[in-house]
């Protein structure tokens, strides 16, 4: 079976602070771990993915990911928020023999001024 | 480029009527999923189209969902009798082939209310 838990519903962040958006998963092979954002009344859109390789994953808005393999989680991170950041974020894993991706929850990004 | 289409973006019903829900993926691409995202409840799985191949259907809730992918483009998401459980966003999303490392491209969506 194939899981993703994001464990905070909410994260709250200064403009310009670092943030974090958490993610660990469970697989029974070699994960393919993914994050979304979506903002409001929009489909979700592609950040980055890890498939292989390094650990640290750049991505797209300078976001990027840590894949940590022996604590099984996957971070979402940015040096510095910008209030535009602010928006629902969704970390998804794909194991090999399935179909399709398994989404968290989601963890809604709130990024004051 | 045009990316995933859905229409249409919100269909208001009364409970026990039909409802059909199209998506247009991107120009090529052979996979194509529908989710349904519900409030607070994250992206659920619906439906998975590859190619040619059978369509895997695990995810659907009941035997009221049903799907078709027409000549390996358009799709079609029905729902029969609609209840007012089946509120919610529908998203259609598409991808090269259904490799496993592929990122899915979503569609903005279709509001459904059941009234």
């Known amino acids: 079976a194939q899981s993703v838990a994001q464990p905070e519903d909410q994260v709250n962040v200064a403009e310009g602070n670092p943030l974090t958006v958490k993610c660990t998963y469970s697989?029974?092979?070699?994960?393919?771990l993914f994050w979304y954002v979506q903002y409001p009344n929009r489909g979700l859109q592609f950040l980055l993915k890890?498939?292989?390789?390094?650990?640290l994953v750049k991505g797209s808005y300078g976001f990027e990911a840590e894949f940590n393999k022996s604590q099984t989680s996957f971070h979402l991170k940015k040096p510095s928020a910008l209030v535009s950041d602010s928006a629902l974020y969704f970390c998804?894993?794909?194991?090999?023999?399935?179909?399709?991706?398994?989404f968290g929850k989601g963890t809604m990004l709130l990024v004051s001024p | 480029g045009a990316g995933v289409s859905q229409s249409p973006s919100n269909k208001v019903t009364e409970k026990g009527k039909d409802v059909e829900l199209r998506c247009d993926p991107i120009?090529?691409?052979?996979?194509l999923y529908w989710y349904r995202q519900s409030l607070g409840q994250g992206l659920e799985f619906l439906i998975y189209f590859q190619g040619n191949s059978a369509p895997d259907k695990s995810g659907l809730p009941s035997d009221r969902f049903s799907a078709e992918r027409t000549g390996g483009s358009v799709s079609t998401l029905t729902i029969q009798r609609t209840q007012q459980e089946d509120s919610a966003v529908y998203l259609c999303?598409?991808?090269?082939?259904?490799?496993?490392?592929?990122?899915?491209?979503f569609g903005p969506g279709t509001r459904l209310t059941v009234l």
């Open positions: 998804a894993v794909r194991d090999s023999g399935y179909s399709t991706l398994t």
């Open positions: 697989v029974s092979g070699n994960p393919y």
């Open positions: 999303a598409s991808s090269w082939m259904g490799e496993l490392g592929n990122e899915q491209f």
């Open positions: 890890y498939i292989t390789g390094d650990n």
């Open positions: 120009s090529g691409h052979t996979a």
